[in-house]
């Protein structure tokens, strides 16, 4: 069974910066006091940074700071064309609709325009930050040529090693998740030989690079936890645990239990399993993640039902569902939507059940989400059985091995994507430069024109072929049975010809001599004396000349009859 890949790696940079963050602006002002200093900045540049230090400190779901601050940075920047003000501000755009929104297009926008603005400026880690962070986007709408794209244009700056480690380490999260393992691998093991040099170098590794070791153990944990090998992957995540224990990072300590539990789950320990997923659902909430929250808490709840902890399970469920309402997590709710479907089932609530299954068949439509999709209707078809409605059940069910061919065929498409990314990959440096990169996008998109061109190609030449053979097969068969129907006419023709030389022959001799015998027999019938007992001999004679001609008449008659019936057969 394959597993979806988390970007533990990628989520632990994410959390450390934004602690840095915290620490370079000292938490010496809260958001109160940097209004108060906002009313009392005299220079445009003074408030855009200050609007910035707002947005930057502000929660997801404080989108009045958070979003409308750095909204109201740029439109300032802008006015007064300050691109240091106008490169900060949209990439905290970006980053709020990348990070509390799901909003990829959008993020896509801001990012682009980072980018631009960036490389206007010379500033190389600026322009290399919003390549990364466009490819995360791309990654997410499930665009991974695209997101390669992005991160090979970001490793051809060549800026330093720091920052290659990260990118090496998001190329194999995507490797990984549209299952190309080797690949990831490569990625990692490239990754990790980076960081090693990086740390002989200096006499005292900094604690990053430390958890960053950390971070890269967890995705090859991911990785074999794909690849179905569970106690490889535990190494991986034990490893990484005690790497967060000897830091002190709540962080990598987090995903390294999360990592665990879902091992432990796949090994079917889910005593184990429950303990590490506690661990992590402390993880989530010290660390201020409510959508690992909620999905923790749904896992846990599917735990409880494999052990049939009913009661357990609908604590869990609910507690998920609270979580992801409030804060709009709808990637979230179709799964835990669908948990209670099931709890609600086995409680024999099939109605209740329907009607949450439904809910979640809604965000799943919305979201796109095939596999949460599949899953839905598996259980939507379970409920229907239990409540004795076989057209319902076997409606959804249908629904249900649709999507799971479906979730088939995209998986067959990430297969071909694999291959073309393998082959165009191998022929190109991961170090070209940005102008190498967009040729290469090019070249991409006229290889996949000229294959899909050939197979239409072979499509049409199977379907001529198909078509030049049924038209011959149809025109053998025709001259089959026209050669037949030939045959008879002329098998019935001949036999025509048999039976009037027969009746020629009949007539011209055995009918003359019976005809001539009463014309004979006629002309010695005393007329004058009809009581002459010579008169009784010739109608005597004349009677058996008559019968016997009778028979010869019935003869011919029969030879006609045969003839006709046998020109009426099929």
Known sequence: MKLASKCFFTLLVVILTTQFTYLSLGQNHNIDSLYKIYIKCVSDTEKINTLLRISEISECNDSMNRCISSCEALKLSEKIGWDNGKLRSNYLQGSYFFSCKRNYPKAIGFYLNNIAIAQKLGDT????????????????????????????????????????????????????????????????????????CQMRTH??????????????????????????????????????????????SDGLKFFSALGIGKAYYFKKDYAEAIKNFETALTGSRSLKQPMYEAGILDQLANVYIATGDIGKAEQYAEASLKIAESNGFNEQLPKTYTTLGKLLSLRGNHGVAVNYLQKALGYCHQAKALEDEKNVWEALSNVYKKMQQPAKALEAFEHFISLRDSVYSIDKANELVRIDLQAGFNKKQVADSLSQAAKYELKMQKQQVLTYSGFVGLVLVLLLSFFIYRNYHTQKKYNQLLSKEKERHLQHIEAQSNVLTDIAYTQSHEIRGPVSTLLGLVEIFNYDDPADPENKEVLEGIASVTKRLDKIVTEVVNKENIVHNKGKEP
């Open 203 to 248: 006499a005292k590794a900094q604690q990053l690079d430390t958890v960053t070791r950390g971070g890269l153990m967890l995705n090859i944990g991911d990785i074999y936890l794909s690849m179905s090998q569970a106690d490889k992957a535990l190494e991986n995540y034990r490893n990484g645990y005690l790497i967060g224990e000897s830091v002190h």
């Open 125 to 196: 880690i600026s322009s290399i930050n919003a390549l990364e962070y466009t490819a995360k986007c791309y990654e997410a709408l499930g665009k991974h040529d695209q997101s390669l794209n992005y991160l090979a244009k970001a490793m051809s700056l060549n800026y330093s090693p720091s920052l290659d480690i990260g990118i090496l380490g998001d190329m194999g999260v995507i490797y990984n998740s549209i299952g190309d393992y080797r690949q990831a691998l490569i990625c990692y093991n490239k990754s990790l030989a980076i960081l090693d």
